[in-house]
């Protein structure tokens, strides 16, 4: 395992209001982050991954609400602190990739004053040294014509051009934690390949801790040392990569592999998909919520959430199939 506990998320819980009712987005999870480490969370579309990074930045619009849990940072719970504390630790210690550069990116602002604004709410360098510093970036992130770049607005550069700016934006302060919140999704596969390599590297070099969020398993495989598997708000397995791709228990996580093409597959060969949908998260009840599309359902999964089972070396699963066959 690498380094020491830089992240702790116990017991996390979190709800929406929607009009009267206070609808469950995250319910009791918990996770360990090592110094140095790679952690992907995987999952579909609403499954809470997004929604359990942006909690560790208290970034929750106005309807979002943390109900229970701790997320302790080197020591300190981020929710107990403070307004001014966290903004301090925002870009400076934890710093985020968001999934849509072009929406991320201020078209109003060069790329130059974007970088530079964290530099200067988190440094003392003047303005000289920014620019130097920004200039550095945009060689580190493997940007050409950084002179020339630093001058131009979002619009003005391609979509991958775009993510390597934020990228740049999101190491401007060395920070201990970088949160990818779906970095490649808006990209064409070959820039895919090559930001997720320039992440490899740059996390190699800089030694810094990387959550990596993504619904592409074939991703997590390439860049992450342990994986969390999240559905309907909830981990339903966790463990190393070589748990989650060689050994999986649970049903879901068997389902997204299952439906991952293969270069060696033949193109004859269907793809398994899951069958149905994820559940209405307002109308949850007692039960597993994956018992309505999972084949290995039995009439406890219809009853009561299953507890976690330790299957040993960090590798866990919530599924009553590893409890009760």
């Known amino acids: ?26 319910q009791g999870i918990s996770f360990s982050l090592h110094e140095g480490e790679v952690l992907g ?7 809470g991954k997004s929604v359990s990074s942006n909690c560790i930045l208290r970034l929750l619009p106005g309807t979002g609400r943390i109900t229970n849990g701790e997320i302790i940072f080197e020591g300190r ?19 985020m990739i968001f999934q849509d550069p072009m929406t991320s990116l201020d078209p109003l602002f060069t790329v130059g004053q974007q970088i530079g604004e964290a530099l200067k709410k ?20 493997g940007i050409n014509q950084p002179e020339k770049r630093i001058h131009q607005y979002a619009h003005e550069l391609s979509g991958g051009m775009r993510q390597r700016v934020m990228i740049a934006m999101a190491l401007s302060c060395n920070p201990k934690l970088l949160i990818a919140d779906e970095p490649t999704t808006a990209l064409d596969v070959t820039i895919q390949a090559q930001i997720i390599e320039l992440l490899k590297e740059l996390q190699e070099k800089l030694h810094m801790s990387i959550i990596f969020i993504t619904h592409d398993l074939g991703v997590v ?3 992450c040392d342990r994986v969390v598997v999240m559905y309907a708000g909830e981990i339903v397995e966790s463990g190393s990569k070589r748990h989650i791709f060689y050994q999986s228990h649970h049903p879901y996580t068997e389902g997204l592999l299952k439906s991952i093409p293969s270069m060696e597959q033949s193109r004859s060969v269907e793809l398994i998909p899951i069958e149905g949908n994820p559940p209405d998260m307002q109308l949850l009840g007692p039960e597993c919520p994956f018992a309505h599309r999972c084949k290995y359902a039995m009439n406890k999964c ?3 959430k299953p507890p976690i089972t330790d299957l040993g070396d960090g590798h866990e699963v919530s599924c009553w199939k590893e409890v009760l066959l």
């Not at 969370?41 to 499954?47: H, N």
Request: aromatic share 2%; proline share 1%; hydrophobic share 40%.
């Open 77 to 95: 719970d981020i929710l107990k602190m403070s307004k001014k504390e966290i903004t301090n630790i925002r870009g400076n210690d934890i710093s």
């Open 1 to 26: 395992m690498s380094g020491n506990v830089l992240l702790e998320v116990n017991n996390l819980e979190v709800s929406f209001r929607n009009g009267k009712v206070d609808v469950p987005a995250i």
């Open 122 to 141: 988190h440094s003392s360098l003047n303005s000289i040294e920014r620019k130097e510093r920004i200039l550095e970036l945009l060689n580190l992130v």
């Open 41 to 47: 969370i995987v999952g579909e579309s609403g499954s």
């Open 221 to 223: 495989s390439d860049i």
């Open 302 to 304: 219809a009853q009561e």
